[in-house]
């Protein structure tokens, strides 16, 4: 199994920049995929970036420009870098992760809260 833990979100100012962090442990040789999602309060949880083991990142288009996600796989840590935030990126944020030979294991983490007020 793999395990997720979130931290580095909190209330910032529109405008503001944030680096959101993942710890991943466990079968985390098993881990492909990997990625950051967001939920705002009424709204169904949406893909805001992904990036493949050793691969290229993709980006929903609300997000490509501004925000920047990595892997840094010495320390086993994902992170997602946040510029130019505005009120509409409140959310909790998810890490999520895809391992196993096919693939067919998804993990997520609790979530961390990112607030951006105008």
């Known amino acids: 199994q793999v395990q997720l833990v979130e931290s580095g979100g909190t209330s910032v100012q529109a405008g503001g920049s944030l680096r959101l962090s993942c710890a991943f442990s466990g079968s985390i040789f098993g881990i492909n995929d990997m990625g950051w999602y967001r939920q705002a309060p009424g709204q169904q949880r949406e893909l805001v970036a992904t990036?493949?083991?050793?691969?290229?990142?993709t980006y929903a288009d609300s997000t490509k420009g501004r925000f920047t996600i990595s892997r840094d796989n010495t320390n086993n840590t994902l992170y997602l870098q946040m510029n130019n935030l505005g009120p509409d990126d409140t959310a909790v944020y998810y890490c999520?992760?895809?391992?196993?030979?096919?693939?067919?294991?998804?993990?997520w983490g609790q979530g961390t809260q990112v607030t951006v007020s105008s």
């Open positions: 999520n992760a895809h391992y196993g030979r096919f693939n067919q294991h998804t993990a």
């Open positions: 990036i493949s083991f050793g691969g290229p990142a």
